[in-house]
T-cell receptor
Framework: SQQGEEDPQALSIQEGENATMNCSYK?????LQWYRQNSGRGLVHLIL?????REKHSGRLRVTLDTSKKSSSLLITASRAADTASYFC???????????FGKGTTLSVSS | NAGVTQTPKFQVLKTGQSMTLQCAQD?????MYWYRQDPGMGLRLIYY???????DKGEVPNGYNVSRLNKREFSLRLESAAPSQTSVYFC??????????????FGNGTRLTVT
């Protein structure tokens, strides 16, 4: 079964607004990763947060991790139309040898 | 660098036909993966190879076989295609640092239709 579950499934916002996506997972992890997928393309890595980290920033992206709640959030600030994509969280399997993905959040940013 | 290259980009098969999806990476990564993506299901892991010479089943291995030909190449074979295998297939590669997986690098996918 899938390890991570994103919420919401779909999100529509206006340019300039912030977008927040959440991810919950089931078992302990080494790290949690977020990916973006533009329509018809492969996934692109955005950010990795280790289990001993609570927050990480990369440009307009902010990721938080709460291991006690087994949850993570991805915040995109000042959204742009180019941020329109699907976003996935992923955690390692129990052996730490493969990534298991959630079903993703589809973000639409309109101008 | 090309990164991860998948061939073919598109393929249409009839039920019962066989085919092999090819994947090659030029980043000297140890680990390679095959995922399938279906609408509303996200990515599901089919098979993976944590290192050259090893392969392991993922979440949905039934109906597939894999071969880790060398460190660069990891192929996925459908022996007898079924309509349920209509999907987009992604290959990815990675390495391990400090006992945890580094970010995956993905190819652009193979869009397979089985009629």
């Amino acid at each position: 079964s899938q390890q991570g579950e994103e919420d919401p499934q779909a999100l529509s916002i206006q340019e300039g607004e912030n977008a927040t996506m959440n991810c919950s997972y089931k078992t302990s992890i080494n790290n949690l990763q977020w990916y973006r997928q533009n329509s018809g393309r492969g996934l692109v890595h955005l950010i990795l947060i280790r289990s001993n980290e609570r927050e990480k920033h990369s440009g307009r992206l902010r990721v938080t991790l709460d291991t006690s709640k087994k949850s993570s959030s991805l915040l995109i600030t000042a959204s742009r139309a180019a941020d329109t994509a699907s976003y996935f969280c992923a955690t390692d399997n129990q052996a730490g040898t493969a990534l298991i993905f959630g079903k993703g959040t589809t973000l639409s940013v309109s101008s | 660098n090309a990164g991860v290259t998948q061939t073919p980009k598109f393929q249409v098969l009839k039920t019962g036909q066989s085919m092999t999806l090819q994947c090659a990476q030029d980043m000297n990564h140890n680990s390679m993966y095959w995922y399938r993506q279906d609408p509303g299901m996200g990515l599901r892991l089919i098979y993976y190879s944590a290192s050259e010479g090893t392969t392991d089943k993922g979440e949905v291995p039934n109906g597939y076989n894999v071969s880790r030909l060398n460190k660069r190449e990891f192929s996925l074979r459908l022996e007898s295609a079924a309509p349920s295998q209509t999907s987009v297939y992604f290959c990815a590669s990675s390495t391990q640092t400090q006992g945890a997986l580094a970010p995956l690098h993905f190819g652009n996918g193979t869009r397979l239709t089985v009629t």
